[in-house]
């Protein structure tokens, strides 16, 4: 074992340029996530991740090449066929998708699937499109508690999403509802990677306000991951924020519901001062994606880089010698690009410790998984039979 404690922090959907060979067949060349927010921003204040080489990896406005000998920085290519949560996050796990979840962006979901939903939880059902979450309640939302129907949508994942108002319909039922389109969602021609419950309250469209009692409803993953090796090992497998939610659970030793991306750092500052484990610590920050791509808000995504920035900063400062800090994310979400829809890019890898004394620039990697396959070798594991992913040799050769 080289390092004890590893930390995988996922910057959701903050992608660092198009793919050359795959952006094409998803229409995302040109989308640049990281470096179109900076040029929207006229330049980014971050010097946490400018210390830490994120300039080596495209030119982001506001930063500059720096010695950083701490810290190794990489791009990751994305093997798997998608630009979603799931297939990146799985991924970065050692599963390679083949096969893309299903969207229904474009075209709301078949009519069959909705009158089944209806049919079986005995509410009717409005909606049915892509919209934002927050948008639609205010729409339908007063309609909704006037009818007790459920609200449902989508948007550029793979993902049912029903909304109710917890006074008219209660949240035990709505988490049964989801249930009952989860079972129906399995049906391969549906194959939607996540339905999602989100309750809401308020007494009009003024007043509606979504709760913090989301509940995902998953997938499992389609074979052995990383976290499972862990976990079979005796290795600690703590998540922060939805990554239970992403994996089903499956691997998972504990998990933390978090309120915000800053509570997900607070939450993740706090481990890292004082949280004796052995094995990975795995955390999503959603409102990169959630609050800023998919709304399409370049100048509050590029505040929120600034606050993570900051946020950082401070967890570093209580590192340990023999900790590992891996930053990355999970796809791109160009708010400067067209539609609402993820941007197939590739994803930045920063990897800090301050036991590092020859960190710099390493060559791009074919695929998210070597991110898993390093943390198994770090701790004399081996990938099952299933997994993909190679050892980023530079990470663990400097601490022997």
Partial sequence: MKFKRIFVIVTDSLGIGHDDEKAGAFSDLGANTFAHISEKNDGLNIPCLNSLGIADLDEIKGTDVVSHPHS?????HEASNGKDTMTGHWEMMGILTSSPFMTFTDTGFPKELILELEKRTGRKVIGNRAASGTQIIQELGEQQCKEGSLIVYTSADSVLQ????????????????CQI?????????????????????????????????????????????????LKENGYMTSCVGKINDIFNGQGVSKTVHTTSDQNGMEITTEYVKSDDFEGLCFVNLVEFDS?????????????????????LANMLKH???????????????????????????????????PSFKKGRKLADRTSFADIGETVLVNFGLKKADNMIGNLIEELLDEKD
Avoid at 291 to 309: A, M, Q, T, V
Wanted: charged letters at 30%; proline letters at 6%.
């Fill in 72 to 76: 190794y920085s990489m791009r990751l």
């Fill in 162 to 177: 029903i909304a109710a108002n917890t006074a008219y319909i209660p949240l035990e039922e709505l988490y049964r509802d």
């Fill in 181 to 229: 389109a989860r079972e129906l969602c399995l049906d391969p021609k549906y194959r939607v990677g996540r339905v999602i419950a989100r309750p809401y309250i308020g007494s009009d469209a003024s007043s509606f306000k979504r709760t913090s009692d989301r509940k995902d409803y998953a997938l499992s993953p389609t074979g052995k991951t990383a976290m499972d090796v």
């Fill in 291 to 311: 609050e800023y791509g998919h709304r399409r808000n370049p100048l509050g995504y590029g505040k929120h880089i600034e606050d993570f920035d900051r946020w």
């Fill in 319 to 353: 590192v340990r010698d023999d900790d590992l800090v891996m930053i990355t994310a999970d796809h791109g979400n160009d708010p400067t690009w067209k539609g609402t829809d993820h941007t197939r890019e590739l994803v930045p890898l920063i990897c800090y410790s």
